[in-house]
């Protein structure tokens, strides 16, 4: 038996949920759920119902797991408490300092409705979090690190664009070459913002514009640059389009610790993902964990769950003594 | 309140096991078993109980989970389905190919014990399964890699010093670096087992010995040898001591996978252990899992579990609240 998914939202994201589930052989999209006009979606495959996002409460009985896509600044903080209500939902929400908020949130809606949510899925929040847990429980004397990148990072490349004078931007978050490997050494490093992470803006100004005053407003912008080693290019709109239309990014969590006795001992745990499209990764991980949802909400549990609380096995469309036999 | 652990025999795992439990606030170490006489047995820390394997019954009421620290060829398919039936236990059994018929054996005693007991504990089996089916189940098309190494193979290791002229050797698995590199890039080609470990091994020849004769025999030796590029450096038994007597070991699981409608976007999962001691971070997991399997008894569930069946919050100290905070 298939199980029957919904994406609520349909960008970027909701795109790469589609692809996702038309690749997967247990699950079927039942439909996409937009805010716009339905009759003005073109959809990723061809066939796929569109509504619009008022028709939802009528399909209650025929989605078994909604997938959520929209966006963590306004979008999700709504939306996934109400559509808790009515189905098991997932979402990406990542705004890390608001995930207890909207955890309970979520977690009231869901237990109301008798349904199961799982928040903050992707990769961080998501994969790079399981694997903090993991490393952590099992190096209890250690230390931890993320590094993200070499990637885009959609927040800088909307800050740059707000500056006056500029038509369009990308900016990269990048490691760096020597903290990565310094933290690979299992030293334990401490390490500055400025010496983890370098930022490389690419910019397409308008004519005429100050571009030195351009540069000068990137690199001491409070948040998101001052802390960073930054460099600005600016190039042309056609080159911007040729060489930064992807949206590539990926990163490294890393662990060192040490055992035995006088802790003599150290060992390294690195988890690295590099990613072509970063929406598209993350709707993968969503998708797994949608089928996860799927199997707590047939055992009967309830409420809002995260990726700590779900056992590897749930994302799996293998069955136990598969698993066991091909994988361990 | 302190989760009480017995360990049940006591090698290098169990040497480990002890001290990765003295080093977790959360974990008291009852007691260690042994089948060698109590008295003669040295413990890491001092004031450690020493108990015969024998009075094991007498202490169902006084160990929370019991870590088996047996082998796999012999020690553990008796001990393992012997001690479920009246402790909870946690087991590092890794013959993979025997891991079904065991787990059937140890989930029939557990449950007839009424306790709970998770097998294959470790890193591989263990962490680089979790690591593979996490991959796969996100990245639905796509090709995983394990390879081992830079480390010592016991197995191998024992199977140089059978040979007859061998004082003593050591042996190690090397990943063959345009191997992991090609796997890395994310072309996902095939790759023999010669492509993809190099093997190296130290001996110590006794005086007269026919070198040529033993380097022969090592490198063409059925299943160890014969289908690897071995190489073969004689040394003294004083270098083969000072530079070799550590058991490092690591390795990495990879995987590449490919997204979108026409799978135009690839992707590079890779997890990865770079260990100075190996029993000693199989140790370090065990305890975790050995916390993760008192959580689980204490909810009244019973029977064989995997890592598979395991969410990670289980095996941390911290409560599912702070993990959220800190973590997610």
Chains 1, 2 share one sequence.
Request: charged share 25%; hydrophobic share 35%; aromatic share 8%.
């Amino acid at each position: 038996m298939s199980i029957r998914i919904g994406i609520y939202g349909y960008g970027n994201l909701g795109r790469g949920v589609e692809s996702a589930i038309m690749q997967s052989s247990d699950l079927t999209l039942v439909g996409i759920f937009t805010r716009r006009n339905p009759k003005t979606v073109k959809t990723v495959f061809e066939g796929i119902p569109v509504y619009h996002a008022d028709e939802v409460e009528s399909m209650t009985d025929k989605i078994d797991v909604m997938v959520i896509c929209g966006g963590s600044a306004t979008d999700l903080p709504e939306q996934t408490p109400m559509l808790a209500k009515a189905f098991n939902v997932i979402d990406s929400f990542d705004t890390h300092a608001k995930i207890p908020e909207h955890f309970e949130r979520v977690d009231a809606s869901a237990k109301n409705g008798g349904k199961v949510a799982v928040i903050s899925v992707g990769w961080d929040p998501g994969m790079f979090s399981v694997n903090r847990v993991y490393a952590d429980s099992i190096l209890a004397n250690g230390s931890t690190y993320t590094f993200w990148g070499k990637g885009v990072s959609q927040g800088h490349s909307d800050a740059i664009r707000r500056i006056d004078g500029v038509l369009d931007g990308k900016q990269y978050t990048i490691p760096v070459e020597s903290a990565l490997e310094a933290v690979r050494s299992g030293s334990a490093p401490e390490l500055t913002t400025r010496q983890k992470h370098l930022r490389e803006c690419f910019v397409v100004a308008k004519e005429g514009a100050d571009k030195a005053r351009i540069e000068n407003e990137i690199k001491t912008m409070p948040n998101y640059f001052a802390d960073y080693d930054t460099t600005v290019h600016f190039i042309t709109a056609e080159e911007l389009k040729e060489k930064h239309s992807g949206i590539p990014h990926g990163g490294f969590v890393i662990r060192s610790g040490k055992t035995g006795k006088e802790l003599e001992n150290t060992h390294v745990i690195e988890y690295s993902l590099k990613l072509d499209s970063n929406p598209e990764f993350t709707a993968s991980v969503l998708v797994a964990y949608a089928r996860a949802a799927y199997r707590l909400a047939c055992e009967g549990q309830t409420g809002c769950k995260t990726v700590f609380d779900i056992p590897p096995a749930y994302l799996s469309p293998k069955s136990a003594e598969q698993l066991r036999h091909d994988y361990l």
